[in-house]
């Protein structure tokens, strides 16, 4: 367990693996050739990971653009220093459109409405407004639709306030990248690209895979593409786990607090979900609980790990505290935990592991939403 730190002020906490996003990012670099870029998406405080120390681990491995979702999480990017290029990947309210422009934040724009407003803006601060242009595709999200990608243009492109630095779809299904709606997307894509160009229009940096497309298809990978949660070591499909072998970045930790013995038949926690079956059942309370990620309906359905060995959590899960027990049985006899011994919720101890994934199936999610969830209120511990 590379536990070198840890907060000062809670005995439970996230550990960043530095090294393994490293390696990550340059995976997806490698993926690419010479004069193709890496866009690091670190939206929703880069998956719970930590957008500002994430994005300069990632800076320094040669990431040339970052995306994010809201305009304020491009502003903590900036505050913090970065100065690559950001991308938005929505379509902010025109309210934004004065903060866009003094941090240089770049939106995806699919309204005429938006686009002209911003480069009113822009020419009347004396500057351009930079835009990448969102392409519906198929997904039903966002985005101009293809077949109106010209008409949008002639609508816009007559303005000097702004300059489109690049056009992108996101794909709904490219975790089936053999199939049908996947190459419906794709050819929707190209067709309007190609008529932008055929036109006259400037079409900038052209994107579209996210992790697993770029994985998966590297016929799709264009000038750039926009790496989201394999950079945080997860798998974005099961397919990918033997062709693109990541490390996992986040693990999850906590300190015992307190430990007792109840009598067999005594309840645990609130509503008594969990009652003491036998003799010999040592319960130990962690100080984390669902406002720190741990969803509740993992009640009495997890484990957590213990000098190498799984351990139940029992009792509903608090908001802020969990109970975990550890039960002697004839077949098993298990050390007994002090108050401060350290067990872990997401990570290894010796040849154990709980994974994001085993933990996503439980909660019938996906590791997306685990991860995000433990990087709300956690403190991160950068190792
Ligand atoms: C989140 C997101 C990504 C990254 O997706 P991953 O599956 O995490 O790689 C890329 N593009 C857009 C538009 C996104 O919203």
Known sequence: MPSHKEPETRWAWVEIDQGALRRNARAFKNLLGPRQRLCCVVKADAYGHGAVPCAKIMHATGTDMFAVSTVMEGVELRQGGINEPILILSEPPMTAIDTLLEYRLMPSIYTSEFALAYGERAVSQGTVGKYHMAIETGMNRIGVHYADVLEF???????????????????????????????????????AVAAMRDAGYECGIVHCDNTVASILDKSTHYDMIRAGIGLYGLQPAEVTRSIFPLEPVMSVRARVTRTTHPAMGEGVGY?????????????????????????????????????????????????????????????????????????????????????????????????????????????????
């Not at 489109?164 to 779809?169: E, I, L, Q, R, Y």
């Open 271 to 383: 509503g008594f979900t969990y009652r003491v079956p036998r003799a010999r059942v040592q319960i130990c309370t962690l100080p984390l609980g669902y406002a720190d990620g741990l969803a509740r309906v993992l009640s009495n359905r997890m484990d957590v790990l213990f000098r190498g060995m799984r351990i139940r959590q029992v009792g509903n899960i608090c908001m802020d505290q969990c109970m975990v027990a550890i039960t002697q049985t004839s077949m098993r006899q298990m050390p007994e935990a002090e108050i401060g011994d350290i067990m872990t919720i997401i990570g290894r101890d010796g040849d154990a592991q709980i994974t994001m994934d085993e933990m996503a199936r439980l909660r019938d999610t996906i590791h997306y939403e685990v991860a995000c969830g433990f990087g709300m209120r956690l403190e991160k511990i950068y190792c």
């Open 153 to 191: 243009r002639h609508e816009i492109d007559f303005h000097r306030g702004i300059q489109c630095d690049g056009v992108f779809t996101h794909f709904a299904t490219a975790d089936e990248a053999s199939g049908w709606d996947y190459k419906l997307q794709c050819k929707r894509f190209d067709e």
